[in-house]
């Protein structure tokens, strides 16, 4: 058998904690870029179709205020600003089930069969919310304030608050 010296057995000491270090550098580094690869995930997935669920909602309550500035003397009595606002009525209602829709797409949590009915839920909502505003817009096309001010202060209140 053969017999080790000192420097020899430090030597071999080094190189197997060098080998080891080196070897863990290795694992670590693949489990940042594993971990890198499920954070991009979870953005990608997540925070972008969230950041579209925002957007839709702040689309609803600008459309909902379009109505709102439809039903004031101020906004009905100057043209340009009337018509402006009803574009902005059902442009910004479009933008809701536009941007709602990406969120659907790309979100992780969409795919759960627990949210098909929040999906079913939005949709029929949004059918109805989309018929009241028509008949506001209609309304407010006749000059029928009266008409188009119960139909926001209630049923389009009640279905976009359901």
Request: hydrophobic content about 35%.
């Amino acid at each position: 058998m053969m017999k080790l010296t000192t420097n020899k057995k430090i030597v071999g000491i080094f190189a197997l904690v060098l080998i080891i270090s080196v070897t863990g550098a290795a694992y670590n580094s693949l489990q940042t870029q594993k971990l890198k690869g499920e954070i991009d995930k979870i953005y990608n997935d997540n925070l972008i179709s969230i950041d579209y669920l925002i957007e839709a909602d702040r689309d609803a309550y600008q459309s909902s205020l379009a109505i709102s500035q439809a039903l004031s003397p101020h906004i009905y009595n100057d043209y340009d600003h009337f018509h402006k606002a009803l574009i902005d009525i059902s442009g910004n209602l479009k933008q809701v089930y536009n941007r709602y829709s990406k969120f659907y797409e790309i979100s992780a949590f969409t795919q759960e069969d627990d949210y098909k009915m929040y999906d079913i839920t939005f949709r029929q909502e949004y059918q109805k919310l989309t018929h009241i505003s028509d008949s506001i817009i209609i309304h407010l096309k006749n000059e029928d304030w009266k008409k188009a001010s119960e139909l926001y202060y209630t049923d389009y209140y009640q279905t976009s608050h359901a």
